[in-house]
T-cell receptor, first 116, second 114 residues
Framework: ELKVEQNPLFLSMQEGKNYTIYCNYS?????LYWYRQDPGKSLESLFV?????AVKQEGRLMASLDTKARLSTLHITAAVHDLSATYFC????????????????FGKGTHLIIQP | KAGVTQTPRYLIKTRGQQVTLSCSPI?????VSWYQQTPGQGLQFLFE???????NKGNFPGRFSGRQFSNSRSEMNVSTLELGDSALYLC?????????????FGQGTRLTVV
């Protein structure tokens, strides 16, 4: 069974601090996705990581992928209150005989609160 | 360019009823997937459609079904609703779901079963 584990699941931090969210997965997939979800809202695509060693940055967020370790990280630099949200990592499901991946498998999400 | 559109945004249904949710993907996207989000189980894959065919299916009972039309719009249906079906149902579209798998999500339909 494909598993995606995020940690921590809950993180409260102060503005200006740095922190890292970890995402471990059990599949051999080399694609990994990060999403952001605000309360009561949908999922916003943040990063698509498509190969080993991929690193992408957008503003104060940077994501990386190590497919050999089956690990992705989402690093937050000098956090600001607007980054408060729940962050999910996801991987493609197993490839099916019908074609395509068997849906995305998500981690449980990291609920991030950034205190002013 | 318009995003993924889901209707309705909110629904309240009674146990035993059935419900149909609609999803219009991003123009040009041919793969449409559906997900259920609950506080207890998180985000779970329901099924994926491509070119009017169900290509993949998650581990949900047969009460959950869907279809896709020639314009890539998709509907999902839940029959004989149970209290546990209360959830946020999210639709996502991608170009083809194989080589281009980045999924863009709609705003979701919040279903409450009473």
């Amino acid at each position: 069974e494909l598993k995606v584990e995020q940690n921590p699941l809950f993180l409260s931090m102060q503005e200006g601090k740095n922190y890292t969210i970890y995402c471990n997965y059990s599949t051999t997939s080399d694609r990994l996705y990060w999403y952001r979800q605000d309360p009561g809202k949908s999922l916003e695509s943040l990063f698509v990581l498509l190969s080993n060693g991929a690193v992408k940055q957008e503003g104060r967020l940077m994501a990386s992928l190590d497919t050999k370790a089956r690990l992705s990280t989402l690093h937050i630099t000098a956090a600001v209150h607007d980054l408060s949200a729940t962050y999910f990592c996801a991987v493609d499901g197993e490839w099916s005989s019908g074609g395509g991946a068997d849906g995305l498998t998500f981690g449980k999400g990291t609920h991030l609160i950034i205190q002013p | 360019k318009a995003g993924v559109t889901q209707t309705p945004r909110y629904l309240i249904k009674t146990r035993g009823q059935q419900v149909t949710l609609s999803c219009s993907p991003i123009s040009g996207h041919r793969s449409v997937s559906w997900y259920q989000q609950t506080p207890g189980q998180g985000l779970q894959f329901l099924f994926e459609y491509f070119s009017e065919t169900q290509r993949n299916k998650g581990n949900f009972p047969g009460r959950f079904s869907g279809r896709q039309f020639s314009n890539s719009r998709s509907e999902m249906n839940v029959s004989t609703l149970e209290l546990g079906d209360s959830a946020l149902y999210l639709c996502a579209s991608s170009l083809d779901g194989i080589w281009n798998t980045e999924a863009f999500f709609g705003q979701g339909t919040r279903l409450t079963v009473v």
